[in-house]
């Protein structure tokens, strides 16, 4: 199985910055993509930006031009760069990737335990 790792949450008030990271320790997986979705108290979870293997990326059409995701392939981790956030902005924050370990046949998603951000004042 592949384990995310997620750090960076926390507070932060309107307007202000906040980077958030993930880490999929280990050697016996390969991973096709990389991503952080959301989700707020009664709502669904909702994509905010992922990045694939050739370096394409995927963002919510809110966060362009706020959010900056990056991939350190070699070591497996992922980091989310959010700039500018709004109050409705806050929510918990998982880490997803796709990945298949060696041992398996099939790809499949995998997600952290969530870290949470508050944006207030």
């Known amino acids: 199985q592949v384990q995310l790792v997620e750090s960076g949450g926390g507070l932060v008030q309107p307007g202000g910055s906040l980077r958030l990271s993930c880490a999929a320790p280990g050697s016996t997986f390969s991973i096709r993509r990389m991503g952080w979705y959301r989700q707020a108290p009664g709502k669904e979870r909702e994509l905010v930006a992922t990045?694939?293997?050739?370096?394409?990326?995927d963002y919510a059409d809110s966060v362009k031009g706020r959010f900056t995701i990056s991939r350190d392939i070699g070591e497996n981790t992922v980091s989310l760069l959010m700039n500018s956030l709004k109050p409705d902005e806050a929510a918990v924050y998982y880490c997803?990737?796709?990945?298949?370990?060696?041992?398996?046949?099939?790809?499949?998603?995998?997600w952290g335990q969530g870290t949470q951000v508050t944006v207030s004042s």
């Open positions: 990045i694939i293997s050739d370096g394409r990326t």
């Open positions: 997803n990737a796709k990945a298949k370990p060696f041992s398996l046949w099939a790809w499949r998603d995998y």
